[in-house]
C-alpha cells in the first residue's frame, strides 16, 4: 500500500539552512547537505530545498549546493525558489534533483506549467502556493508572501492541475512557524477538489499534527521544518507514533 | 565492468549515475549505439512522457538497438514502460521487449502514483537479499498489468507489475536509484548478474 510521506523542507540562503517564523525572522539551522544526509538516514521519505535568496548569483551556489546533495542521498528531492525558466529547470534536474517546485513564476505566467510538464513530466513539476486567509478568502501569495495577489488558492490550484502539475505544496501562511497545527480545512478541500497529490505545510509542532492532517485532511504528505531542524521531534520517532495511530507510513 | 546509462534527454538520469558512484561503481551516460552495443551492463532510466521520449529514441537510432541488446539490461520507471508494445500515454508505440500495453491509472486513483510502496510476491534473482514488503519509491501515472513477465507487484488500487523479466531484458517501475538501502541491494543485484 502507498504510505504517507514526511518531507523534510530545507530554507536555503546563502547556502544554509535558515529558518523563520510568518515567512521572517531567519535563524540558522545548519549545513544543508548535513542535514539532508541526516534526515535520509532517519527515513525522510523526500526532501525539499528551497532557496529563498534566489537572486542570479545565489544561483550557481544552489545548483552546486543541489549538486553535493543529490551525490549523498538516495531519496527524492524537489528543488524550488526562484524557477522561472526550462533552463533553471534543466540546470537543477542536471545536477540531479528529481522534481522542482514553482510559486511565483507560475502566478505571473501560468502557461510555465504546461510548457516545463511538457518537457520534463508532470511528476516533475511541483506547484507550490502560499496563501493566507484573507476576510474568510485563502488568496494566493508571491514572493516569497510578500505580495498579494488577486488568485484564490483553490481556484489555482484546480487551474495548475489541470495545466498539468503533478502535486500541489500548499503552504498555509498563517500557520508557517506557529507550530500550533497544519491547516485542516483548507487542505482537506483541496484534497477533495484535485486528483493529484496535496502536500501539508505550514504549522508543525507536534506528532499529533501530523496525524490530524493526514486522517482528517487527508493530505497524501506533509512538510515541515523547524521541528526536525531543532531536533523537537526525530522523523525515526515520528514515524513510530505515526504507525501506532494507524497512519500508514515507511519505516 | 562498463556500465551504459543510457542518455536520451529524457529526466533526471545523473541520480542514477551518482547512486552507481555511492556503491563503488562508475556508469557512463551515453546516447551513442557503439558504446552502449560494446557495455557490459546497460541501464536505461527514464522520467517524463512516453512519446516525446519514444521520439528521442528514434532520432538517436535507439529504437533498433536496445531491443537487440545480448547485455543484461535494466529499464527504470519510463525505460520500463517504453520496453513494452505500447503506451496509452499519447498512443505510442513503443520498443516491444515485453508483450505489454502501458495504461493510465484509472479515476478516481490520484495520479501521479507518488510515494513509497511495497514490493510483493518477489520472484527473481533482482530481489536477493530484499525482505518482502520492503518499501521502493514510485512516481507515475501509467502502469504496466499483471503478466506472465511480472517479477514483482505492488499495490494501487489493484495489483501492478512492479518489476517486469525476459530474457536479458530487466525493468522496474520503481526507482531503485532513489529508494534508500533497498535500491541500492536492487542495483547491485543486476549488477552482479
Given amino acids: 500500500m502507498l504510505t504517507k510521506r514526511i518531507i523534510p523542507c530545507l530554507d536555503i540562503k546563502d547556502g544554509r539552512t535558515v529558518k523563520g517564523t510568518n515567512f521572517l525572522e531567519l535563524r540558522d539551522a545548519g549545513d544543508p547537505v548535513e542535514l539532508a544526509r541526516l534526515y535520509s538516514d532517519q527515513g525522510a521519505d523526500e526532501l525539499v530545498f528551497l532557496d529563498i535568496t534566489a537572486t542570479y548569483d545565489h544561483r550557481k551556489t544552489l545548483v552546486s549546493l543541489v549538486e553535493k546533495v543529490a551525490r549523498e542521498i538516495s531519496i527524492p528531492f524537489t528543488v524550488g525558489g526562484g524557477i522561472s525558466t526550462i533552463d533553471d529547470v534543466q540546470a537543477v534536474l542536471k545536477a540531479g534533483a528529481d522534481k522542482v517546485s514553482i510559486n511565483s513564476a507560475a502566478v505571473e505566467n501560468p502557461e510555465l506549467i504546461g510548457k516545463l510538464a511538457g518537457k520534463f513530466g508532470k511528476q516533475c513539476i511541483v506547484l507550490a502556493i502560499d496563501a493566507n486567509l484573507v476576510n474568510g478568502q485563502w488568496k494566493v501569495y508571491t514572493h516569497g508572501g510578500r505580495y498579494e495577489t488577486e488568485k484564490n488558492l483553490f481556484d489555482w490550484a484546480k487551474e495548475g492541475e489541470q495545466r498539468g502539475a503533478g502535486e500541489i505544496l500548499f503552504t498555509a501562511m498563517t500557520k508557517d512557524g506557529t507550530k500550533d497545527g497544519f491547516e485542516i480545512e483548507a487542505n482537506k478541500k483541496l484534497t477533495e477538489s484535485l486528483r493529484i497529490p496535496v502536500i501539508a505545510s505550514g504549522g508543525a509542532g507536534k506528532i499529533n499534527h501530523f496525524t490530524e492532517v493526514f486522517m482528517e485532511a487527508h493530505v497524501d504528505a506533509a512538510l515541515a521544518a523547524s521541528i526536525f531542524h531543532y531536533g523537537e521531534i526525530s522523523i525515526v520517532e515520528l514515524k513510530n507514533e505515526l504507525k501506532k495511530q494507524n497512519v500508514n507510513v515507511r519505516n | ?193
Avoid at chain 2, 6 to 14: F, P, T
Avoid at chain 2, 98 to 119: C, Q, R, S, Y
Fill in chain 2, 1 to 193: 565492468m562498463k556500465i551504459a546509462i543510457i542518455d536520451y534527454g529524457a529526466g533526471n538520469i545523473k541520480s542514477v549515475q551518482f547512486a552507481l558512484e555511492r556503491m563503488g561503481y562508475s556508469g557512463f551516460l551515453t546516447g551513442n549505439a557503439e558504446k552502449i552495443w560494446s557495455a557490459d551492463k546497460v541501464i536505461f532510466p527514464g522520467v517524463g512522457e512516453a512519446q516525446t521520449a519514444m521520439e528521442a529514441l528514434k532520432e538517436k537510432g535507439l529504437d533498433k538497438v536496445i531491443p537487440n541488446l545480448k547485455q543484461d539490461v535494466l529499464g527504470i520507471c519510463l525505460g520500463m514502460q517504453l520496453m513494452c508494445r505500447w503506451s496509452e500515454e499519447g498512443n505510442t508505440d513503443c520498443l516491444n521487449i515485453f508483450p505489454m500495453d502501458t495504461l493510465e491509472f484509472p479515476a478516481p486513483l490520484k495520479i501521479p502514483h507518488v510515494g513509497w510502496n511495497e514490493l510483493e510476491k518477489t520472484n527473481s534473482k533482482l530481489f536477493e537479499g530484499v525482505a518482502p514488503g520492503a518499501f521502493t519509491y514510485f512516481v507515475h501515472s501509467y502502469y504496466v498489468p499483471l503478466s506472465d513477465f511480472t517479477v514483482a507487484q505492488a499495490e494501487y488500487g489493484f495489483p501492478f507489475s512492479a518489476a517486469l523479466v525476459k530474457d536479458n531484458f530487466y525493468a522496474c517501475q520503481f526507482h531503485p536509484e532513489k529508494s534508500s538501502k533497498t535500491g541500492e541491494q536492487i542495483l547491485k543485484n543486476f549488477l552482479n548478474l
